[in-house]
């Protein structure tokens, strides 16, 4: 049974940084695509951000500029950084993993950004 386990939340001011990660436990083979997805207080949940095995990464509006997501591949691992947190990125965060057969989502982590 794979498990995608996300760490990295907390809470930030606003202006500040936090790294998520997502790690798959158990072997996955033929990833496709690895994500970030959120969910708002009271919202849908929403595309982040993607990152395909080729091609290039595709971005949320509102995150442009501000969150960069990488992959390794070997470790079936992606990761969000994102800076200059704003208060209307408080959400929480969840992972997607997709193959060809599967389509994995992480727990969910809170981010909060608040003064």
């Known amino acids: 049974q794979v498990q995608l386990v996300e760490s990295g939340g907390g809470l930030v001011q606003p202006g500040g940084s936090l790294r998520l990660s997502c790690s798959a436990s158990?072997?996955?083979?033929?990833?496709?695509?690895m994500g970030w997805y959120r969910q708002p207080p009271g919202k849908e949940r929403e595309l982040v951000a993607v990152i395909p095995r080729v091609g290039i990464t595709d971005y949320a509006k509102p995150v442009k500029g501000r969150f960069t997501i990488s992959r390794d591949n070997a470790k079936n691992t992606v990761y969000l950084q994102m800076n200059n947190l704003k208060p209307e990125d408080t959400a929480i965060y969840y992972c997607n993993i997709k193959g060809p057969a599967f389509n994995y989502w992480g727990q969910g982590t809170q981010v909060t950004v608040s003064s």
């Open positions: 158990g072997s996955i083979f033929s990833v496709n695509f």
